[in-house]
């Protein structure tokens, strides 16, 4: 599937530290330093309504991870998928009355637009999941050459017991697995499954639904056996990170990690991260909720995309926070006045902000520390602070390469 066009990323002079981040599994910190290549995957969108603010949370936060790893030296290869034959998405299309593909397409179109517009680095590999339905059936072979696939009418099933170490990345008790895994997706009450946990691998054709041949009847993917099979197809196992909201961490990652493991003994991947959840009028922004605020609805409202990246780098990627129309107002107003202070050429000295910036980036991508900078940066060049400091005469030439490359800011 074609991706997005990249930004042009400018070269820097600096080189930026090491990216630590916090790993879902260990619950930890780990340096990601990646050996050659990085390779990243982040769980892509289920193409059935417009990009909100939530997904773009989670597409910044991985951009972010994508764009400081660059800055410290590491080529990056970044696989995304779409989840381009799913319920959701036939539910939604069966119910407006559109054909399924057409649905997909559309959305996932826009999708692409808002991305652009946002400045989030295209992944090289941008894969579907009915593209991909050969690799689904192969892996699902290799799990059941290992035992871990039975079938239940026509449905084919995953036997999580097939995993000694099922939970290793969501720490999860059963009885929250239990809760969530009924909330996303998961069909626990099923009669004739050897663990209400186990998740579907390949659901048997159902009149009215689209289905594919395959050598166990004809029928359509699940969801978690979709991501392991692209992932491990286009980066191979034990890949750097693994990304996605933290709505992600179970069942869907940490099915992955256990087909995984069953089909080659290697962890999925070497970090799991989550993105916080961006909440709306008390709630989890959520398609199925409906209470969303649309990316594309603010650029055709003439909202700088800028404004909306800025909005989201003023919350740490791990934090769940609530989107208000004030913060937004509030980005437009500190864009101005950076770029105010970056108009003049000179500014107070830029060398420490750059090492402020990379090295908060470094940390756990911490964006709010590293735009705060920023807005030191612009106060004192401006004077807002006391008296206007225009002492680095090439501030602006410093600073500007390094907003573009790790933040993704044009200003
Ligand atoms: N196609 C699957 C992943 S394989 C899926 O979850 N699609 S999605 O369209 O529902 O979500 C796309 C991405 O956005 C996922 O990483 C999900 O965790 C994230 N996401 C969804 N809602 C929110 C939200 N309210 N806040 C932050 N991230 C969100
Ligand atoms: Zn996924």
């Known amino acids: 599937m074609r991706a997005w066009t990249s930004a042009e990323i400018p070269t820097l002079a600096v080189t930026g530290p090491e990216v630590s981040l916090h790993d879902t599994a260990t619950q930890g910190r780990v340096t990601a330093t990646p050996t050659g290549t990085a390779r990243l995957y982040v769980c892509g969108i289920t193409p059935y309504d417009a990009t909100h603010i939530g997904h773009a949370n989670t597409y910044l936060a991985f951009d972010l991870l ?16 779409v989840t381009d ?50 690799l689904v059936i192969d892996l699902i072979q290799r799990l059941d050459a290992a035992g871990a696939i039975y079938r239940v009418e026509d449905d084919l099933y995953y036997a999580v017991s097939a995993d000694p170490a099922f939970g290793r990345e969501s720490n999860y008790d059963r009885e929250t697995m239990l809760r969530f ?29 689209p289905s594919w041949e395959s050598p166990f009847g004809p029928g359509r993917p699940g969801w978690h056996i979709e991501c392991a099979a692209i992932a491990l197809e286009h980066l191979g196992g034990a890949f750097d990170v693994q990304g996605g909201g933290s709505d992600l ?11 995984t493991q069953v089909v080659s003994g290697e962890p999925f991947a070497r970090v799991y991260s ?10 989890k922004m959520s398609k199925s909720l409906g209470n969303l605020v649309f990316v594309s609805a603010l650029r055709n409202s003439d909202i700088d995309p800028m404004a909306v990246r800025l909005t989201l780098m003023r ?20 864009l101005a006045t950076w770029r105010r202070a970056l108009s003049l050429g000179a500014g107070a000295a830029a060398g420490p902000v750059v090492t402020e910036v990379l090295a908060a980036l470094a940390d756990d991508l911490d964006a709010p520390r590293a735009t705060a900078a920023v807005d030191a940066w612009a106060a004192a060049t401006l004077g807002t602070d006391g008296l206007a400091d225009t002492s680095d005469p090439d501030a602006a030439a410093t600073l500007l390469p390094v907003l573009d490359a790790a933040l993704g800011l044009t200003v």
């Open 66 to 81: 994508n764009r400081a790893w660059r800055t410290a030296g590491h080529p990056v290869r970044y696989v995304q998928n």
């Open 85 to 134: 034959v799913d319920d959701p998405l036939l539910e939604r299309a069966d119910k407006v009355g559109v054909d399924w593909v057409e649905l997909a397409e559309r959305e996932t179109e826009l999708f692409r637009q808002d991305m652009e517009a946002l400045r989030i680095l295209p992944p090289a590999e941008y894969v579907g999941a009915v593209e991909s339905i050969p």
């Open 181 to 209: 895994f009924g909330e996303r997706g998961g069909d626990p009450d099923r009669a004739g499954k050897k663990d209400p946990l186990d998740p579907v691998v390949w659901l048997g054709e159902r009149p009215g639904e």
């Open 249 to 259: 961490v179970f069942p869907h990652h940490e099915m992955c990690a256990g087909h």
């Open 274 to 283: 989550h993105a916080g959840m961006v909440a709306y009028g008390g709630e």
């Open 315 to 334: 919350h740490h990627y791990r934090t769940d926070w609530e989107w208000t129309d004030d913060q937004l107002w509030q980005a437009v107003d500190d």
